[in-house]
T-cell receptor, first 117, second 112 residues
Framework: GAGVSQSPRYKVAKRGQDVALRCDPI?????LFWYQQALGQGPEFLTY????????KSGLPSDRFFAERPEGSVSTLKIQRTQQEDSAVYLC???????????????FGPGTRLTVL | AQRVTQPEKLLSVFKGAPVELKCNYS??????LFWYVQYSRQRLQLLLR??SRESIKGFTADLNKGETSFHLKKPFAQEEDSAMYYC??????????????FGSGTQLTVLP
């Protein structure tokens, strides 16, 4: 079946622009995670949704970062007034179970590579 | 705080040689450990998880709680094993989203 998809795959923004990154999780998956991966580093957690509820946003680096999943499926990560340090690959992952289901395999999308000039 | 350390950024071995990718972690509790792999031009994918105690593509990893390690091993490396490998940890603390904490990765190159 279809895996996690993300769009766009590449995004170039000028410093100060707003960007929106989209994630389509695997159909029926309850949990959705966003990660940020800087060059040469492993992915770092940004935020977590269980269905439409954002239960953890402890990893968001600043209030310029905002995420939503209004209908419990597609999610959007928005970055306002982008800065050069926001340049990274943004990964989305989904898993079948919610928190009560225990640790579950996360399936990753291909990522969106954001470059801020 | 939870932390995963992969001390080797680059690792090269010859085809047929044994390979070991090191992973150490710190976590005050009972974590679940994973190895994820990213082949060239592909997405990150799960290789194995400690709780399954399985061997995938000839790779195994044993959780050593005393040494807080979860090293990935394969007795005979193949060229198709060349990839970036990430060790990751998921904690069970109350209220946690069970997000993964990743190491910085080891790029494995298997030479012909």
């Amino acid at each position: 079946g279809a895996g996690v998809s993300q769009s766009p795959r590449y995004k170039v923004a000028k410093r100060g622009q707003d960007v929106a990154l989209r994630c389509d999780p695997i159909s029926g998956h309850v949990s959705l995670f966003w990660y940020q991966q800087a060059l040469g580093q492993g992915p770092e957690f940004l935020t977590y949704f269980q269905n439409e509820a954002q239960l953890d946003k402890s990893g968001l680096p600043s209030d310029r970062f905002f995420a939503e999943r209004p209908e419990g499926s597609v999610s959007t990560l928005k970055i306002q007034r982008t800065q050069q340090e926001d340049s990274a690959v943004y990964l989305c992952a989904s898993s079948l179970k919610g928190l009560s289901g225990g640790t579950d395999t996360q399936y990753f999308g291909p990522g969106t590579r954001l470059t801020v000039l | 705080a939870q932390r995963v350390t992969q001390p080797e950024k680059l690792l090269s071995v010859f085809k047929g040689a044994p390979v070991e990718l090191k992973c150490n972690y710190s976590y005050s509790g009972s974590p679940e450990l994973f190895w994820y792999v990213q082949y060239s031009r592909q997405r990150l994918q799960l290789l194995l998880r400690h709780i399954s105690r399985e061997s995938i593509k000839g790779f195994t990893a044993d959780l050593n709680k005393g040494e807080t390690s979860f090293h990935l091993k394969k007795p005979f490396a193949q060229e198709e094993d060349s990839a970036m490998y990430y060790c990751a940890l998921s904690g069970f603390s109350s209220g946690s989203a069970r997000q993964l904490t990743f190491g910085s990765g080891t790029q494995l190159t298997v030479l012909p």
